[in-house]
C-alpha cells in the first residue's frame, strides 16, 4: 500500500470519529485531554472517556496486526529515551491545553485561532527538535 493512501485513510477515520464526537456528544476529540480526564474521575465523563481510549488501544493494535510493516522501529533508542520523549509530550500537552489532535484536528477545523497558533507552535518545535537531535545524535534525516 502507497503510504498516501494509508495517511488519507488515517486521517479520514479520525477526522470522522472527531466530528462524530463532537456533534453526537459535543466533546473535543483531543486524545491528551480525554486520557487526563480518566485520572480525574467525574463519574459522568469515565465511560465514553475510557471507550475512546480503549477504541484508540484496539485501533493499534488492529492496525498492528494487519501492517507490521507500519509500526517497525527503524531506529536505535533506548527505553530511557522514548519514555522521556513520552513524558515531554504529555507534559507539552497539558501546558498547551491541548495536543495536536485536540488543536490540530479540532481546533483548526472550527477555525479556533489559538489553536492555529498551538498548530504552528507544535509543527515549528517539533521540527526543531529533529533537526537538534540528528545534529547531536549525528543520524540521517
Do not use: K, Y
Not at 459535543?26 to 463519574?43: E, H, M, S, T
Not at 488492529?62 to 536505535?76: I, K, N, S, Y
Not at 491541548?98 to 507544535?122: D, E, K, N, P, Y
Request: proline share 3%.
Amino acid at each position: 500500500m502507497h503510504p498516501w493512501v494509508s495517511i488519507a485513510a488515517g486521517g479520514l477515520l479520525f477526522g470522522s470519529a472527531a466530528g462524530l464526537l463532537l456533534l453526537e456528544a459535543g466533546r473535543i476529540a483531543g486524545v491528551a485531554g480525554v486520557a487526563a480526564g480518566l485520572l480525574q474521575r467525574n463519574p459522568g465523563d469515565l465511560f465514553w472517556r475510557a471507550l475512546f481510549v480503549l477504541g484508540l488501544l484496539a485501533g493499534g493494535l488492529v492496525a498492528g496486526h494487519l501492517l507490521p510493516a507500519a509500526f517497525a522501529w527503524h531506529r536505535d533508542a533506548s527505553t530511557l529515551r522514548v519514555i522521556a520523549a513520552g513524558l515531554l509530550i504529555g507534559v507539552g500537552a497539558r501546558v498547551g491545553n491541548g495536543c495536536t489532535s485536540g488543536h490540530g484536528v479540532c481546533g483548526v477545523a472550527r477555525l479556533s485561532a489559538r489553536s492555529i497558533v498551538a498548530v504552528t507552535l507544535f509543527t515549528a518545535v517539533g521540527a526543531l527538535t529533529h533537526i537538534l537531535d540528528r545534529l547531536v545524535t549525528g543520524a540521517p534525516s
